[in-house]
C-alpha cells in the first residue's frame, strides 16, 4: 500500500491548509486512517483518525475544534482541513493507515506517506 500525503506549505498565522492524503495498492474502503505530526525535536504526534466508512471520528485536544477529518472512498483520499494555524503547528505532517478501525498510536498503524510540511509564519 503507497499513501501520499500534499498539501502542506507555508501559512500565516491563523490561516488555514488542507491536507490530502491519497491511498493506492489497497482497498480504501477497508482502511482506518489517521493525521500526524512531527516537529524537530519531538516525537510523532497523533491528531485525528477516521475509520473505514468515515462514521467514527476522534482528534487529539491539540486540534479539535479547529481542525476536520474526512475521506472520500470514491477518491481513495482522506483529508485534513486545520483552521486558526498557529506557529506552533509547524510540523511535518504524515498521514498513516490500518485496518479498519480508528486508533491513537503511531504504532498501530502499519502503513505511512512520506509527510508533507506545514509551516506557520507569525
Known amino acids: 500500500v503507497q499513501l501520499q500525503a500534499s498539501g502542506g506549505g507555508l501559512v500565516q498565522a491563523g490561516g488555514s491548509l488542507r491536507l490530502s492524503c491519497a491511498v493506492s495498492?489497497?482497498?480504501?474502503?477497508?482502511?482506518?486512517m489517521g493525521w500526524f505530526r512531527q516537529a524537530p525535536g519531538k516525537e510523532r504526534e497523533f491528531l485525528a483518525t477516521i475509520n473505514w466508512s468515515g462514521g467514527e471520528i476522534y482528534y487529539a485536544d491539540s486540534v479539535k475544534g479547529r481542525s476536520t477529518i474526512s475521506r472520500d472512498n470514491a477518491q481513495n483520499t482522506v483529508y485534513l482541513e486545520m483552521n486558526s494555524l498557529k506557529p506552533e503547528d509547524t510540523a511535518v505532517y504524515y498521514c498513516?493507515?490500518?485496518?479498519?478501525?480508528?486508533?491513537?498510536?503511531?504504532?498501530?498503524?502499519?502503513?505511512w506517506g512520506r509527510g508533507t510540511q506545514v509551516t506557520v509564519s507569525s
Open positions: 495498492g489497497r482497498t480504501f474502503s477497508t482502511y482506518a
Open positions: 498513516a493507515g490500518r485496518p479498519w478501525a480508528i486508533a491513537t498510536s503511531p504504532s498501530d498503524f502499519e502503513a
